[in-house]
């Protein structure tokens, strides 16, 4: 039986093994979902098996960088706890470190690399998750790259709740790249500037702010300029260089970098389990379950 990519992503959901475990457990088994997690079980490989449905929004985020080059990267576990945990911590900065060495493109490229301790990145984290006891993963990274004549801005809020890395060019003060990570990680903006913002973007919202002027009675000969009145204010809002500087106020962000002589190239703001959903638990109910065990 022909083994499939969503049979890999399946059996590797279900046990938490690597991806070329999987497929090996897979092609070992002729396809049988079972019998390959069995396979996997037998071999040590799926200790964190029984982890593996539940959800990891916790964490932190890390950013490391040497000379031009330079990771972000969130890696996720159960609970706060174990993200302050000393084991997670350095699992985070090892996988950093592999990560800025190697330069994978994607996670799944990262879990199938060999780490200088002769395990793959897959089943480092496996190891973790046995040695730890909670479902642990690296969820996503980005590595960015400037020039001699540009400086990178990191900063972590909350002890990595947070994470902003900026590429500014024009300058080497990393102080001025790190200011303007801090004013990231507070003002949460989506692009750097507005030609980013794609036409269909402005469009839609060019459209509900013109049906809002016209619901709240406004002439229609004055709604076309009120509405391009209140798109303005929405370019603020989300583009870095409109926004007014955290620091101060009185200027903008893009008057900021323009008077230390610099320009954002890009940023990337991580923000611990944003997007994942997190389970409700019934907290008493759980004490309840741990008691009667």
């Not at 079972?34 to 964490?59: H, V």
């Not at 060495?101 to 984290?125: F, L, R």
């Not at 540009?150 to 900063?155: L, N, Q, V």
């Amino acid at each position: 039986m022909a083994v499939t990519a969503q049979m890999v992503k399946e059996l590797r959901e279900k046990t938490g093994a690597g991806m070329m475990d999987c497929k090996k457990a897979l092609t070992e088994t002729n396809g049988d979902m079972d019998k390959a997690i069995d396979y996997l079980r037998e071999k040590g490989i799926a200790k964190a098996a029984k982890k593996s449905d539940r959800i990891a929004a916790e964490g932190t985020t890390f950013i490391q960088s040497e000379g031009n080059t330079a990771v972000i990267l969130e890696v996720n576990s159960e609970t706060d706890f174990v993200a302050k945990n000393e084991g997670f911590q350095t699992l985070v900065k090892e996988l950093a470190a592999h990560l800025l060495k190697n330069k994978p493109a994607s996670v799944e490229e990262a879990e199938q690399q060999t780490m200088e301790n002769g395990s793959t990145v897959a089943d480092y984290i496996n190891a973790a998750i046995a040695k730890i006891g909670e479902k642990l993963s690296l969820r996503r990274f980005e590595i960015k790259t400037k020039t001699d004549n540009g400086a990178f801005g990191e900063y972590l809020h909350m002890g990595g709740r947070i994470g902003v890395l900026t590429v500014v060019e024009g300058t080497t003060d990393a102080s001025v790249a790190k200011d303007v990570a801090l004013h990231a990680a507070a003002l949460n903006p989506k692009y750097i500037s507005r030609d980013q913002v794609s036409q269909d973007v402005v469009e839609h919202e060019r459209q509900v702010l013109t049906q809002q002027a016209l619901n709240e009675g406004k002439p229609e000969n004055i709604v076309a300029k009120m509405v391009e009145g209140r798109l303005s204010k929405y370019f603020e809002d989300i583009c870095l260089v409109d926004q007014s500087f955290v620091k101060n106020p009185d200027q903008k962000v893009g008057q900021f970098l323009k008077s230390n002589g610099a320009s954002i190239q890009s940023f990337v703001r991580y923000e611990v389990g944003e997007g994942i959903e997190k389970r409700q638990d019934n907290f008493a109910e759980e004490v309840m379950n741990q008691i009667k065990k």
